[in-house]
């Protein structure tokens, strides 16, 4: 599964043009509120996270709620370590990322678990628990003008080059109808050097209180 890291200016466009779009006056004044634990680090070798002292760790917040993972600082064997984030698509935003010493910040979408692939073994693993009571359903649970982020989606363009034969029933969550892929250029794509591939994105529509999605 291929995922495209979000661009951050990019989900402000997106979330001001769809607020525009359906007559909403205002702009977004809440800030997003810290999940629990805010702060996940991995001790200086990388074997484990200080806060549970184990490989994996569990995050409690609301859906829109933000947390952050880094690697540790101190020695040398976390520093030339590559972590990589994977299986996030639907659970977190970015759904793509590289952890470094510099605090990588999260935003929660929905309850789950998602690894932090090392390669040098002894993957991690993040569990996601949301406070809310319907991850399919966080529009009732949240202030109308504090909406999670887009999330982007993307996968390999299909044999027969159409992304209108896309199947991918486990990235529909949240209820989200299958389809509405595009062709778009993806820098992941063909192994990291980049190609065409099939995308769309997901949003919140707080009209009906669920996710819906829509072509790149």
């Known amino acids: 599964?291929?995922?495209?890291?979000?661009?951050?200016?990019?989900?402000?466009?997106?979330a001001v043009s769809a607020a525009l779009i359906m007559g909403v006056a205002t702009l977004p004044t809440a800030q997003a509120v810290p999940a629990t634990p805010d702060a996940l680090t991995m001790d200086p070798q990388c074997t484990k996270f200080?806060?549970?002292?184990?490989?994996?760790?569990?995050v409690t917040g609301a859906v829109g709620d933000t947390f952050t993972i880094q690697k540790g600082t101190g020695g040398s064997g976390c520093s030339f370590k590559t972590l990589v984030v994977a299986g996030a698509s639907g659970l977190v935003t970015p759904s793509v990322?590289?952890?470094?010493?510099?605090?990588?910040?999260?935003?929660?979408?929905?309850?789950?678990?998602?690894?932090i692939t090392a390669d040098f073994g002894g993957n991690f693993s993040v569990t996601v628990v949301t406070s809310s009571a319907s991850?399919?359903?966080?529009?009732?649970?949240?202030?109308?003008?504090?909406?999670p982020a887009d999330v982007m989606q993307g996968v390999e363009t299909p044999a027969d080059g159409?992304?209108?034969?896309?199947?991918?029933?486990?990235?529909?969550?949240?209820?989200?109808?299958?389809?509405?892929?595009?062709?778009?250029?993806a820098p992941w794509a063909n192994g990291g050097r980049g190609d065409v591939a099939c995308t769309r994105t997901l949003w919140l529509d707080p009209n009906v209180g669920r996710w819906t999605s829509r072509a790149r």
């Open 1 to 14: 599964m291929f995922l495209r890291h979000p661009v951050r200016p990019v989900s402000v466009i997106l």
């Open 162 to 185: 159409s992304c209108g034969s896309v199947v991918r029933p486990d990235l529909d969550w949240a209820g989200v109808a299958a389809g509405g892929w595009s062709r778009s250029w």
């Open 50 to 58: 200080e806060q549970s002292n184990a490989l994996a760790v569990t």
């Open 97 to 115: 990322a590289t952890i470094f010493v510099a605090a990588t910040t999260f935003t929660i979408v929905s309850s789950g678990t998602f690894e």
């Open 135 to 147: 991850p399919a359903s966080p529009a009732a649970v949240m202030p109308a003008d504090v909406m």
